[in-house]
């Protein structure tokens, strides 16, 4: 009881703002498919400048050459053991 009492009340301000959430659900919305017509999304793709920092990398290595060795094999294959005389 206490939120509806008064007019400027928390519950009144309540049922007001979804009263008009629910005529602006209603309301088509125009603004965004203009754009898509009109073509306006493509001028600004053209337009479109890059926020990194650092410059790109050559990626013309292909990924699995990159790809790092597990420690402890890098060269247990090449090293050949000695054979102890008896």
């Known amino acids: 009881q206490r939120f509806y009492k008064k007019d400027d009340s928390l519950g009144r301000q309540a049922q007001a703002?979804?009263?008009v959430?629910?005529?602006m659900?209603?309301?088509p919305?125009?603004?965004?498919?203009?754009k898509k017509d009109k073509g306006?999304?493509?001028?600004?793709?053209a337009k479109f400048i890059s926020k990194r920092v650092t410059p790109p990398k050559?990626?013309?290595l292909p990924s699995s050459s990159r790809r790092p060795k597990p420690p402890g094999?890098?060269?247990s294959a090449e090293i050949?053991?000695?054979n102890k005389p008896n």
């Not at 919305?29 to 203009?34: G, Q, R, S």
């Not at 306006?40 to 793709?45: K, L, S, V």
């Open 17 to 19: 703002a979804s009263a």
């Open 21 to 23: 959430a629910r005529e």
């Open 25 to 27: 659900k209603d309301l």
């Open 29 to 34: 919305k125009p603004d965004k498919k203009d």
């Open 40 to 45: 306006e999304a493509t001028n600004n793709e």
């Open 58 to 60: 050559n990626n013309s």
């Open 73 to 75: 094999k890098n060269r």
């Open 80 to 82: 050949k053991k000695k």
